[in-house]
């Protein structure tokens, strides 16, 4: 999405028509009135499997982590044990805390895919609004000044408020 915007309560977002309107579909103008809507999926099938599969790489990773810091604090301990140094302590602490910050972050990631896999495993559940306008893509061809050209390529998207959090959101213009 490029930007918001809002007109009264109503929510709107604004990206490249050439994104959500294939090649194929040809570029007709299109204005929502009346009959089926132009709805727009967050993710298709593919892409939300990707993400997913992005998501639980993070998780294993993440233990990877663990198991490396469990390993590195073990050693550390049998070095404190032999020497009770200072600095051998002090990085101790420092690894101990990395790792329950590490496991504070596996459970975080492991409910985030959890209520991803609950909330938007469907494709209804990943309909965040629908196209209400999109001119055809277009490019200025002024002779006099071809240095100005520009692509004109906008899609107006109504957007589902109810699937935004209400701060995030941070480029709406009132």
Same mark, same amino acid.
């Given at each position: 999405?490029?930007?918001?915007?809002?007109?009264?309560?109503?929510?709107?977002?604004?990206?490249?028509?050439?994104?959500?309107?294939?090649?194929?579909?040809?570029?007709?103008?299109?204005?929502?009135?009346?009959?089926?809507?132009? &709805?727009?999926?967050?993710?298709? %099938?593919?892409?939300? /499997?990707?993400?997913?599969?992005? +998501?639980?790489? !993070?998780?294993?990773?993440?233990?990877?982590?663990?198991?490396?810091?469990?390993?590195?604090?073990?050693?550390?301990?049998?070095?404190?044990?032999?020497?009770?140094?200072?600095?051998?302590?002090?990085?101790?602490?420092?690894?101990?805390?990395?790792?329950?910050?590490?496991?504070?972050?596996?459970?975080?990631?492991? &409910?985030?895919?959890?209520?991803? %896999?609950?909330?938007? /495993?469907?494709?209804?559940?990943? +309909?965040?609004? !629908?196209?209400?306008?999109?001119?055809?893509?277009?490019?200025?061809?002024?002779?006099?000044?071809?240095?100005?050209?520009?692509?004109?390529?906008?899609?107006?998207?109504?957007?589902?408020?109810?699937?935004?959090?209400?701060?995030?959101?941070?480029?709406?213009?009132?």
């Amino acid at each position: 999405m490029g930007f918001y915007f809002r007109v009264d309560r109503v929510l709107y977002g604004v990206t490249a028509r050439h994104i959500l309107f294939p090649a194929n579909e040809g570029n007709d103008s299109y204005t929502y009135i009346a009959g089926p809507k132009k &709805e727009v999926v967050l993710m298709g %099938r593919r892409a939300f /499997t990707d993400f997913l599969t992005s +998501v639980q790489h !993070r998780i294993e990773v993440l233990n990877q982590v663990v198991t490396s810091l469990e390993s590195q604090a073990r050693t550390i301990t049998e070095r404190l044990e032999s020497s009770g140094a200072e600095q051998v302590s002090q990085e101790l602490a420092k690894t101990e805390g990395l790792l329950r910050d590490t496991h504070v972050e596996i459970k975080e990631v492991q &409910e985030f895919l959890k209520d991803i %896999r609950n909330r938007w /495993t469907k494709p209804n559940d990943r +309909v965040i609004g !629908r196209v209400v306008w999109a001119p055809s893509i277009s490019a200025s061809t002024s002779a006099s000044t071809p240095q100005d050209g520009y692509m004109q390529d906008v899609c107006v998207i109504k957007l589902d408020k109810n699937k935004f959090r209400r701060t995030s959101t941070g480029t709406c213009l009132t």
